[in-house]
Each structure stands twice: as structure tokens, then as C-alpha cells.
């Protein structure tokens, strides 16, 4: 499933990223790799934007970000 899918306060374990190029070298440097256990903080009103958890650091997504997402929910 999609990260846009979790809840708030719902956890995930990263399966995949169907994301290329410079913005999957941006997730892997954020910490958001095959195997990263990654907790939605909060969204916005709107879902335009998505904070999660990774380990200690939060991360702000946008939905279209989060989409590349691959995760299997805990």
C-alpha cells in the first residue's frame, strides 16, 4: 500500500520506492529505505503534506512524495 494510505499515529515498514532519480536519492538520504520502520506524525487539512517519523528524525512529505512510497502497515 501507499504511505498516503497509514493513518495518523499508524506505523509501516518501507517495502519499496517507485520513485527515480533525484527524489529517490533524497529518500534514501532522509533514511527512508527498504526495511525502515516509518510512523505517520501528522497531515495537513488539506493531505497536501504528510510528516512521518524515521528513527529520530521527522521528515515533511508531499502527497506526491508519499505516494512513492511503498509500505506494508504493523
Do not use: P
Not at 525502515?36 to 506524525?41: C, R
Request: with cysteine; proline share 0%; charged share 30%.
Amino acid at each position: 500500500m501507499e504511505l498516503t494510505k497509514l493513518s495518523k499515529g499508524q506505523k509501516g515498514v518501507v517495502k519499496g520506492l517507485k520513485a527515480s532519480g533525484a527524489l529517490k536519492q533524497r529518500l534514501f538520504s532522509l533514511g527512508i529505505v527498504r526495511g525502515a520502520t516509518i510512523e505517520v506524525v501528522d497531515c495537513s487539512l488539506s493531505k497536501a503534506t504528510i510528516e512521518v517519523k524515521i528513527g529520530n528524525t521527522l521528515v515533511a512529505l508531499r502527497d506526491s512524495e508519499a505516494k512513492d512510497i511503498e509500505v506494508e502497515a504493523q
